[in-house]
């Protein structure tokens, strides 16, 4: 059923306009009649569609959902910020995993720099893809895209998680595996991951000592060595696995 996040609720109803309104009607020709899933707050429920109007659908409430495709745990994903679309696929992907945030920060082998004048658009686009990804795979909620932030900025961000881990790929290959198991094995439900990915070319042993001496643990992802862009993928799996399947 398709799903769509509406902030516009009212008397047990949601009214959706926009660009919503616009798939709803001339993508899915959909009709009064036809059920579709709304969401808001990290709420959702089935409804039925009771009027359409010049500039918005009008859905009424048949059931809300009990259940909830949602991590039991929040993982936000801060990666140093990749070339091209890697990142758009990092947010894509991330998000149908169960991702909750999403931070680019400014890593030393970081090849593109950013450009403060398009950041606005840039985010903006980054937070649509995150918004279909969590409508594709299921979501309750939309995780958030972050506004790219210095290293200075990541740590202070990194206060509030339970948990932090730097991917380090010289862990990997010298056979580190603990680390990730270990917080895996310990973290509870309720409780934040913070898991930081270095770009293309990966971190520097200066940036993973900065990282380590600001309470990360410095993990291995296996002997492999993993692209940019599928390293966060493997720890929001492994993270899957040990919170979901295994419980």
Not at 53 to 71: G, I, P, Q, R
Not at 195 to 201: D, H, N, S
Request: hydrophobic content about 40%; charged content about 25%; overall charge neutral.
């Amino acid at each position: 059923m398709q799903r769509y996040f509406v902030n516009h609720f009212e008397n047990n109803r949601f009214y959706i306009a926009g660009d919503d309104r616009h798939h709803i009607l001339h993508v899915m020709r959909m009709k009064k009649g036809d059920f579709l899933v709304c969401c808001r707050e990290g709420c959702c429920a089935v409804c039925v569609i009771e009027e359409i109007s010049s500039d918005h659908v009008m859905a009424s409430v048949v059931k809300w959902e009990e259940d909830t495709a949602e991590l039991p745990v929040h993982v936000t994903i801060a990666s140093g910020q990749p070339k091209g679309d890697k990142l758009e696929w990092i947010i894509q992907k991330g998000t149908e995993l169960g991702a909750g945030k999403f931070i680019p920060f400014a890593a030393d082998r970081s090849i593109v720099k950013w450009d403060q004048k398009k950041t606005k658009k840039k985010v903006e686009r980054w937070q649509k893809i995150a918004k279909e990804a969590a409508e594709q795979s299921g979501r309750s909620v939309i995780p958030q895209v972050a506004e790219p932030v210095s290293k200075i900025g990541l740590i202070e961000m990194s206060r509030h998680y339970d948990h932090r881990l730097v991917a380090y790929e010289e862990a990997g290959k010298s056979g580190e595996s603990a680390t990730l198991a270990s917080i895996l094995q310990s973290i509870r439900p309720g409780q934040s991951i913070l898991a930081v990915f270095g770009p293309e070319g990966g971190l520097t042993e200066e940036e993973v000592h900065f990282f380590r001496e600001h309470q990360f643990a410095v993990a291995g992802l296996g002997p492999r060595i993993l692209r940019t862009e599928t390293a966060p993928l493997y720890v929001l799996a492994a993270v899957s696995y040990q919170t979901e399947l295994l419980r």
